[in-house]
């Protein structure tokens, strides 16, 4: 049953642009959402994080959306560059499931130079 | 942020050997650890949580006797894989949570991974 979902595996940028990585989630429990950056044989990477009490959190070029009545959210990255190239999770987690960590499939991004 | 160091980043071994898989926390005290395993384009997968001087909880469908957990310290945990085959042949990786647990103070910090090839 996956409650974490990252529809688009795969997804092309030219440098410069905006990257927009979507997410989806079943459970309207989850209250904290999570994104993570892999690069190949690696450990995932944090990046950013957002709690269910705001809808908008910004670091630097990343910033995530949440929009919580359609259980989506989304990372911008802005402008993209080649070392942005990576596989990207989003996360969820939910205090009355003890706060333990879905994660979606995943969308390989590929900044083109 | 935090650093979490797991060891060994490669292994290959025979079928039927045991493989043990070292996760550190070097400037924290992490007092639960999670266990993932990862597939080729697929999702992390939660095996285990780790919690420091108690037995491990499972996941359903990973077997207990097969990955062992055993987190002894405050900074370590370690997963063993008994009697490996083929199909073991992933790619492993620990995390540990830092934060109270309360909204947005909580992050998973994780280590290299470990990609297990048997053969």
């Known amino acids: 049953d996956q409650q974490v979902k990252q529809n688009s595996p795969s997804l092309s940028v030219q440098e410069g642009r905006i990257s927009i990585l979507n997410c989806d989630y079943t459970?309207?429990?989850?209250?904290?959402f999570l994104w993570y950056k892999k690069y190949p044989a690696e450990g995932p990477t944090f990046l950013i994080s957002i709690s269910s009490i705001k809808d908008k959190n910004e670091d630097g070029r990343f910033t995530v959306f949440l929009n919580k009545s359609a259980k989506h959210l989304s990372l911008h990255i802005v402008p993209s560059q080649p070392g942005d190239s990576a596989v990207y999770f989003c996360a969820a987690s939910a205090r009355n499931t003890g706060n333990q960590f879905y994660f979606g499939t995943g969308t390989s991004l590929t900044v083109i130079p | 942020g935090a650093v979490v160091s797991q060891h060994p980043s490669w292994v290959i071994c025979k079928s039927g050997t045991s493989v043990k898989i070292e996760c550190r926390s070097l400037d924290f005290q992490a007092t639960t650890m999670f266990w993932y395993r990862q597939f080729p384009k697929q999702s992390l997968m939660l095996m285990a949580t780790?919690?420091?001087?108690?037995?491990?909880?499972?996941e359903q469908g990973v077997e207990k006797d097969k990955f062992l957990i055993n987190h002894a310290s405050l900074t370590l945990s370690t997963l063993t894989v008994t009697s490996a085959h083929p199909e073991d042949s992933s790619f492993y990786i620990c995390?540990?949570?830092?934060?109270?647990?309360?909204?947005?103070?909580?992050?998973?910090?994780f280590g290299s991974g470990t990609q297990l090839s048997v053969l």
């Open positions: 459970n309207s429990m989850f209250d904290y």
């Open positions: 780790s919690n420091e001087g108690s037995k491990a909880t499972y």
């Open positions: 995390s540990a949570r830092v934060g109270t647990g309360g909204l947005g103070n909580e992050k998973l910090f």
